[in-house]
T-cell receptor, first 116, second 114 residues
Framework: GAGVSQSPSNKVTEKGKDVELRCDPI?????LYWYRQRLGQGLEFLIY????????KSGLPSDRFSAERTGESVSTLTIQRTQQEDSAVYLC??????????????FGPGTRLTVT | AQTVTQSQPEMSVQEAETVTLSCTYD???????LFWYKQPPSRQMILVIR??????QNATENRFSVNFQKAAKSFSLKISDSQLGDTAMYFC???????????FGTGTSLTVIP
């Protein structure tokens, strides 16, 4: 079946503008994760959804960042008033909870965000 | 908070040889999960191998195996018979038992030399 998809693949925006990043998880996956990967660095955990709920939002870098998920499917990560330090690749992953496959995350190709 | 440390930013290995990538972590939890992910230049993260902390036996997936030392909080990845397609960034990751926290190391860039 289809894997995790993310759109857009690349986004260039001006400082101060808002951006919306989209993630379509694998159908039936109840868990969804957002990560940020700055150039040459590891993955920084941002937020996790179980169904449509995010139990812990403390990983979001600032109040300019928000995320939502609807229908236990698509998720959007919104960054308001973008800053240059927001430039990074934003990765989304989903997983099927329960059983032997618990915690195997399937990653999307990421969205490369560049703030000029 | 949990931390994951990969002390080797870059490594190289001759094709067909064996290489070991190091990873240490810090946690107060007793039950957790450890993973190695591969990220080739295409940027797509791919799960290489996983280990449940409650299992003493080291996980193995074909040419990939781990050396899991729970007391030492060490989780190294051994790649045998290295192939050109193994060239990628490798990330070690820790998953809490609650499922809502994941921590990645900073990665090791592996180059397989023909």
């Amino acid at each position: 079946g289809a894997g995790v998809s993310q759109s857009p693949s690349n986004k260039v925006t001006e400082k101060g503008k808002d951006v919306e990043l989209r993630c379509d998880p694998i159908s039936g996956h109840t868990a969804l994760y957002w990560y940020r990967q700055r150039l040459g660095q590891g993955l920084e955990f941002l937020i996790y959804f179980q169904g449509n709920s995010a139990p812990d939002k403390s990983g979001l870098p600032s109040d300019r960042f928000s995320a939502e998920r609807t229908g236990e499917s698509v998720s959007t990560l919104t960054i308001q008033r973008t800053q240059q330090e927001d430039s990074a690749v934003y990765l989304c992953a989903s997983s099927l909870l329960g059983g032997q496959l618990f915690y195997e995350q399937y990653f999307g190709p990421g969205t490369r965000l560049t703030v000029t | 908070a949990q931390t994951v440390t990969q002390s080797q930013p870059e490594m190289s290995v001759q094709e067909a040889e064996t290489v070991t990538l190091s990873c240490t972590y810090d946690t107060s939890e007793n039950n957790y999960y450890l993973f190695w992910y591969k990220q080739p230049p295409s940027r797509q993260m791919i799960l290489v191998i996983r280990q449940e902390a409650y299992k003493q036996q080291n996980a193995t997936e074909n040419r990939f195996s781990v050396n899991f030392q729970k007391a030492a909080k060490s989780f190294s990845l051994k790649i045998s018979d290295s192939q050109l397609g193994d060239t990628a960034m490798y990330f070690c990751a820790f998953g809490s038992n609650t499922g809502n926290q994941f921590y990645f190391g900073t990665g090791t860039s592996l180059t397989v030399i023909p």
